[in-house]
């Protein structure tokens, strides 16, 4: 009854003595008043209505986010996670009583992998039967089928993320750039969040079909000088005998021109010679090569800038390549190199450094596809577990593997008895692999959207 009377005082008259009586005509204008009094009382419970389904939709966000930041961490660095295990074998103690903290991070690499550091799985419960049945037919070259089913199965995700990853990986490697990009639309306006890059593995995927095998690695650390040119020297006498060689630059803390003139010829070297490259922190490295130098200030030679423009081309980002080919333009007063689209170059996610571990695992890196026999891969595997204790096999080159021969590859795995790891797979083959039991034998890493 307060609110009645509360609208209704809106439109009372408070010039005029409490004793004056309606006038003639009086009573139709008070019907109008009550009836838009009225209609205004709907409109504002339409408006709080409004308001509150934003704000649950909100709340059901920032709760995908922080699902999503649970299930979604970071890549650790290879073998860096060290939980707490029932009995373990005391440390070594300083003289001062403490524990001997060199001596646990001399401990090899493989004895750092333990089968208790296993990944979660990032699948929720209600999505999980449908997930597992569009891996099957992704598996089964069934595309166009599973293409249909992820988008009827957006709506009913209900925050859980890997529909949509699936989605997203589904278009890049068919290359359906158009398909992709509406997709990200929907997702940040879903999510509240920046959409996945386009980063399609087709053109990488055809540079050299049927290769696999240790990836030869190289990674660089500290500060990028003169230093370098014997990691260099190895790494072009690798390129002698293999198509493919990773560049990790994620521990790079500090650049001189001397050595980015190094690394800038060993890239021009290496793209002239039409070898596919894996760039690891390259981004990191063109913001810290960024960040010392100055549109207008001449230093003692142009390679800072001339590096930079080079890991901007392979990191196809023509746009900011442009306007920094202009601020050297004014820099040095000459005309800046123009932009061509790299080729045959991937990136991959940089991983946390850890003072313990190897910055440059070696990899075994899996075909664009596997489908019926394994064949000689079998073979190339067991050469590889002959001389390694613990497997990473690197899968971002990897579009699909059929579900025979994932089969067929379990089963060889299994027969290994070795610590085993896949990185950077697609969300399509990762469904399928935790379907097939591999999560069993082996750690998953699927690629980080």
Same mark, same amino acid.
């Given at each position: 009854?307060?609110?009645?009377?509360?609208?209704?005082?809106?439109?009372?008259?408070?010039?005029?003595?409490?004793?004056?009586?309606?006038?003639?005509?009086?009573?139709?204008?008070?019907?109008?008043?009550?009836?838009?009094?009225?209609?205004?009382?709907?409109?504002?419970?339409?408006?709080?209505?409004?308001?509150?389904?934003?704000?649950?939709? =909100?709340?059901?966000?920032?709760?995908?986010?922080?699902?999503?930041?649970?299930?979604?961490?970071?890549?650790?660095?290879?073998?860096?996670?060290?939980?707490?295990?029932?009995?373990?074998?005391?440390?070594?103690?300083?003289?001062?009583?403490?524990?001997?903290?060199?001596?646990?991070?001399?401990? *090899?690499?493989?004895?750092?992998?333990?089968?208790?550091?296993? +990944?979660?799985?990032?699948?929720?419960?209600?999505?999980?039967?449908?997930?597992?049945?569009?891996?099957?037919?992704?598996?089964?070259?069934?595309?166009? @089928?599973?293409?249909?089913?992820?988008?009827?199965?957006?709506?009913?995700?209900?925050?859980?993320?890997? @529909?949509?990853?699936?989605?997203?990986?589904?278009?890049?490697?068919?290359?359906?750039?158009?398909?992709?990009?509406?997709?990200?639309?929907?997702?940040?306006?879903?999510?509240?969040?920046?959409?996945? *890059?386009?980063?399609?593995?087709?053109?990488?995927?055809?540079?050299?079909?049927?290769?696999?095998?240790? !990836?030869?690695?190289?990674?660089?650390?500290?500060?990028?000088?003169? /230093?370098?040119?014997?990691?260099?020297?190895?790494?072009?006498?690798?390129?002698?005998?293999?198509?493919?060689? #990773?560049?990790?630059?994620?521990?790079?803390?500090?650049?001189?021109?001397?050595?980015?003139?190094?690394?800038?010829?060993?890239?021009?070297?290496?793209?002239? $010679?039409?070898?596919?490259?894996?760039?690891?922190?390259?981004?990191?490295?063109?913001?810290?090569?960024?960040?010392?130098?100055?549109?207008?200030?001449?230093?003692?030679?142009?390679?800072?800038?001339?590096?930079?423009?080079?890991?901007?081309?392979?990191?196809?980002?023509?746009?900011?390549?442009?306007?920094?080919?202009?601020?050297?333009?004014?820099?040095?007063?000459?005309? +800046?190199?123009?932009?061509?689209?790299?080729?045959?170059?991937?990136?991959? !996610?940089? $991983?946390?450094?850890?003072?313990?571990?190897?910055?440059?695992?070696?990899?075994?890196?899996?075909? *664009?596809?596997?489908?019926?026999?394994?064949?000689?891969?079998?073979?190339?595997?067991?050469?590889?577990?002959?001389?390694?204790?613990?497997?990473?096999?690197?899968?971002?080159?990897?579009?699909?593997?059929?579900?025979?021969?994932?089969?067929?590859?379990?089963?060889?795995?299994?027969?290994?008895?070795?610590?085993?790891?896949?990185?950077?797979?697609? /969300?399509? @083959? !990762?469904?399928?692999? #935790?379907?097939?039991?591999?999560?069993?034998?082996?750690?998953?890493?699927? /690629? =980080?959207?």
């Amino acid at each position: 009854m307060r609110i009645s009377v509360g609208l209704f005082s809106i439109f009372k008259k408070t010039d005029a003595p409490a004793t004056t009586q309606p006038a003639p005509g009086d009573d139709d204008e008070a019907a109008r008043m009550a009836a838009n009094s009225e209609l205004e009382r709907q409109q504002q419970q339409a408006r709080q209505r409004e308001i509150a389904r934003a704000t649950a939709m =909100k709340i059901d966000a920032i709760e995908s986010a922080m699902t999503f930041d649970i299930f979604n961490e970071p890549e650790p660095a290879w073998g860096s996670q060290r939980a707490a295990r029932p009995a373990r074998p005391k440390a070594a103690a300083h003289a001062d009583g403490g524990p001997d903290t060199q001596a646990q991070a001399d401990i *090899p690499t493989t004895l750092l992998l333990r089968d208790d550091d296993l +990944p979660q799985l990032a699948v929720a419960a209600e999505t999980a039967p449908v997930v597992e049945e569009i891996a099957i037919l992704y598996a089964n070259g069934q595309a166009a @089928v599973a293409e249909q089913l992820l988008n009827a199965s957006l709506a009913e995700a209900n925050g859980d993320r890997t @529909v949509w990853w699936m989605l997203f990986d589904l278009y890049q490697v068919d290359g359906q750039r158009d398909r992709f990009d509406n997709l990200s639309i929907d997702y940040a306006s879903t999510f509240e969040t920046s959409p996945p *890059p386009w980063n399609a593995p087709a053109a990488l995927a055809a540079a050299s079909p049927g290769w696999a095998g240790l !990836t030869p690695t190289e990674a660089f650390a500290g500060t990028l000088d003169a /230093h370098i040119a014997a990691q260099l020297d190895r790494l072009r006498l690798a390129a002698a005998d293999s198509p493919l060689l #990773r560049l990790e630059f994620s521990r790079v803390t500090a650049v001189e021109p001397g050595g980015c003139a190094l690394l800038l010829d060993t890239l021009r070297k290496l793209q002239a $010679q039409q070898r596919e490259l894996i760039l690891v922190g390259a981004d990191g490295l063109a913001a810290l090569i960024r960040d010392g130098i100055a549109i207008g200030r001449r230093d003692d030679t142009e390679a800072p800038w001339l590096l930079l423009l080079e890991l901007l081309q392979l990191l196809n980002r023509e746009k900011e390549f442009e306007e920094t080919g202009m601020d050297y333009c004014v820099t040095f007063e000459v005309s +800046p190199p123009s932009f061509v689209a790299p080729h045959k170059v991937a990136t991959a !996610t940089a $991983q946390r450094p850890s003072a313990s571990v190897s910055a440059a695992p070696d990899r075994f890196m899996l075909p *664009p596809q596997l489908e019926g026999q394994l064949g000689p891969l079998l073979g190339q595997i067991q050469h590889y577990a002959d001389q390694y204790q613990t497997l990473v096999f690197d899968c971002s080159r990897l579009t699909r593997i059929d579900y025979a021969c994932a089969n067929q590859l379990h089963a060889s795995l299994l027969q290994l008895g070795k610590k085993i790891e896949f990185r950077d797979v697609n /969300h399509l @083959v !990762t469904a399928l692999l #935790r379907l097939l039991g591999y999560a069993d034998i082996a750690r998953i890493y699927p /690629h =980080k959207y």
